[in-house]
Nanobody
Framework: QVKLQESGPGLVKPSQTLSLTCTVS??????????WSWIRQPPGKGMEWIGS???????RYSPSLKNRTSISRDTSKNQFTLALSSVTPEDTAVYYC??????????????????WGQGTQVTVSS
């Protein structure tokens, strides 16, 4: 059974870097030609793809966030990590990790993601 679990601080100060880790169990993040993504949902808004890391370690980022985003992985722990720099209150959202990849970066389609973490609330505030 594939499971994903997000972890990280729930409160980040403006201008700092938001860091979240997704721990995957039940499948290796290096196997199966899979992509592993970070997605977020700000309050009152729709889902937004942030970026992905592939089974081979290559990365793709949302055009609107790519200048502030870095996704990396630790294959020994079967984890991948999101770093979002220079955060503002507009980065407040529920952050999810998921297995999947968007066909079009700016259009969210839930069916493109098969497995999800439960989500973690991150608030950007001083």
């Amino acid at each position: 059974q594939v499971k994903l679990q997000e972890s990280g601080p729930g409160l980040v100060k403006p201008s700092q870097t938001l860091s979240l880790t997704c721990t995957v169990s039940g499948v290796s993040i290096t196997a199966g030609y899979d992509y592993w993504s970070w997605i977020r949902q700000p309050p009152g808004k729709g889902m937004e793809w942030i970026g992905s890391i592939s089974y081979s370690g290559s990365t793709r980022y949302s055009p609107s966030l790519k200048n502030r985003t870095s996704i990396s992985r630790d294959t020994s722990k079967n984890q991948f990590t999101l770093a979002l720099s220079s955060v503002t209150p507009e980065d407040t959202a529920v952050y999810y990790c998921a297995r999947g990849f968007p066909t079009i970066a700016t259009i969210f389609r839930r069916y493109e993601y098969k497995y999800w973490g439960q989500g973690t609330q991150v608030t950007v505030s001083s």
